[in-house]
């Protein structure tokens, strides 16, 4: 427990084993916060800078009415049951990742009502934005209105719509202070890269490390589908910015800088120095364009990312390229 004579603002980071969560967790350290973070793991590629770490599984009532046992000041929850394309859109971990997120979502919110914890984010997804306003990778409709009718290309989408929901549902029923944002395939150094659940930056920054010359990357379909990607950086900006603010949500936390996946392989090749073939595959692709419409954050918050894709894509490139050397 934090000592009494301590009057430093408190904070609870849920996922912080995890990519967001363990940089998170630095960031509210260097601002001043009392930190104890939660996760079923401990961070795989650094040490905790959390005040207190606790291993403990968020799908267990027991264990979040343990970590929830004061009211903090701000309350994090990040954990859930996710992973790239080829984890979340293949349909054999539907249930789990129902399942899974949403106990954590549920005993978050519900024992840090109990405790009257201040403030409480909710980390949402794109994957909530209905399937018909994305089938053209150049002109995708994500404004934050658009979202129904409800029609996400996946059961993570369902699970992480009907979180949403219930955050909002506390917020009018029992006064609970929440933030929900929708995060738009935020990516960089420190993040899963190759067990299967890692996102295209991850994925095509190890396939172009590891590859020799004359290897072909493959890639899920034609590659033309597009994606926006922000760089973890700014994401804990935007994050910081909207739990001072007044606004509750939903917001978009991305990046307007769209990319198809061709494109991006170019790009990840280009700051490896190498010229490889690229061989398009079958695979889970998603929906074909996603970007994020920053219309409201630039209105809410008055911010908009600035770090080109480039930029993040040389540090993320660069912090895998190692990985994959140290594990050769």
Known sequence: MIEESNNKKTALVCGAGGFIGGHLVKRLKKEGFWVRGVDIKEHEFSKTEADEFVVGDLRDPRVVEKVIDMPFDEVYQ?????????????????????????????????????AGVKKIFYSSSACIYPEYNQMDPNNPTCSE???????????????????????????????????????????????????????????????????????????????????????????????RRFMDSDFIGPLNIGSRE??????????????????????????PLGVRGRTSDNTLIKEKLHWEPTESLRSGMEKTYHWIDEQVKKNK
């Not at 719509?161 to 219930?166: D, I, V």
């Open 145 to 239: 209105d658009s979202a129904y009718p409800a029609a996400p290309d996946s059961e993570y989408g369902w699970e992480k719509l009907f979180s949403e929901r219930m955050f909002f549902s506390y917020h009018r029923n029992y006064n609970v202070d929440v933030r929900v944002a929708r995060f738009h395939n935020i990516f960089g150094p420190e993040g899963t890269w190759n067990n299967g659940k890692e996102k295209a930056p991850a994925a095509m920054c190890r396939k172009v490390s590891e590859a020799s010359d004359g290897d072909a990357i493959e890639v899920w379909g034609d590659g033309e589908q597009t994606r926006s990607f922000l760089y973890i950086d700014e994401c804990l900006d935007a994050v």
């Open 78 to 114: 990040l954990a859930a049951d996710m992973g790239g394309a080829g984890y979340v859109f293949s349909g054999k971990h539907d249930a789990d990742v129902m399942h899974n997120s949403a106990l954590c979502n549920l005993n978050v919110m519900h024992y840090g009502q109990i």
């Open 258 to 283: 769209m990319i198809s996946i061709n494109g991006l392989v170019d790009m990840v090749m280009n700051i490896a120095g190498k010229q490889l073939p690229i061989t398009h595959i079958d695979g």
